[in-house]
């Protein structure tokens, strides 16, 4: 006999499925095409961001509690950007110039395995997981994320050429420690949000809310000024943005543009 929990993941997955067919898909992705599963002989050819530039901030979320699932997200071993070497050399180039401008990029996720989007959708199902609602989605019921478009499947992250990622001045800040059981709300002022030594964005990272949307014009002026450096500064680099999340960049010539794959995070995926 199938499931609850197995029939609830089931509707989701369709339901999604209609989200990126109307135009739209969540957890940081643009449309996405129906994926072909990798031949277990390809070697997607993963590289370890901080190998090919160290000067580029990395605070991967999903490796940790501090993401709106509330822990460690299936398939994250390690907290590592791993991304395919021709994303890699054209973030470390957005580097140089992002430096140049006194300023540092910071990745919060890269490289994302299929699992861990079904590791979403799972969540997605269980509405008493709610435990980061106050900090994530604070206007946004639960069992709406997926109807939203917040979260979906496929995931662009899946083929490696994929970021999410924000600026960061120069020195950068000391990063306050997370407090357990302060909830701020993404969509709050900046000084009020949950701590992280970026700079004034409009919104937390993963905020789902419309004023995540790059241009949205119900943020302030300095929080719209750092969207349009931080676009700036990827589209020069040969990334393409995506309108509903500021986060959100895909390496315009990614080598594999039809392919997801399911390697975990870990330093043995790379090479």
């Known amino acids: 006999m199938t499931s609850p929990r197995t029939l609830a993941r089931v509707g989701l997955t369709v339901t999604a499925t209609l989200a990126l067919v109307a135009g739209g898909c969540g957890g940081g992705d643009e449309r996405e095409p129906t994926p072909s599963p990798p031949s277990p002989s390809v070697s997607p050819g993963f590289v370890v961001l901080s190998d090919v530039d160290d000067r580029i901030l990395t605070d991967i979320r999903y490796a940790t509690a501090d993401n709106f699932v509330g822990r460690r997200v299936d398939g ?6 791993l991304l395919t070497a021709r994303a890699a050399e054209a973030l470390r180039r ?3 110039a992002a430096l140049a401008a006194g300023r540092s990029l910071k990745v919060y996720d890269c490289y994302r395995p299929r699992r861990a989007t079904d590791d979403f959708l799972d ?6 997981q709610d435990a980061m609602k106050a900090e994530f989605y604070p206007r946004v019921p639960k069992t709406e994320l997926v109807d939203r478009g917040y979260l979906g499947a496929p995931s662009a992250h899946s083929r490696g050429s994929t970021v999410d990622l924000t600026l960061v001045d120069v020195p950068p800040p000391e990063r306050a420690p997370v407090e357990p059981g302060r909830p701020l709300a993404c969509t709050a002022p900046y000084a009020r949000r949950s701590a992280d030594n970026s700079v004034d964005m409009g919104t937390g990272f993963d905020c789902f809310d419309p004023l995540s949307h790059t241009d ?8 719209r000024q750092n969207r349009r450096q931080l676009r ?4 020069e680099g040969g990334f393409v943005g995506y309108d509903r999340e500021w986060w959100h960049f895909r390496y315009r010539d990614e ?17």
Do not use: K, N
Not at 76 to 81: A, K, M, V, W
Not at 255 to 271: C, H, I, K, N
């Open 76 to 81: 994250y071993q390690e907290p590592l950007c």
């Open 94 to 96: 957005v580097q140089d």
């Open 123 to 128: 969540w997605a199902a269980q509405p008493a």
């Open 216 to 223: 949205s014009d119900r943020v302030g002026p300095i929080a």
């Open 232 to 235: 700036h500064l990827m589209t």
């Open 255 to 271: 080598p594999w543009p039809d392919t997801y794959f399911d390697l975990p995070v870990t330093r043995s995926s790379a090479g």
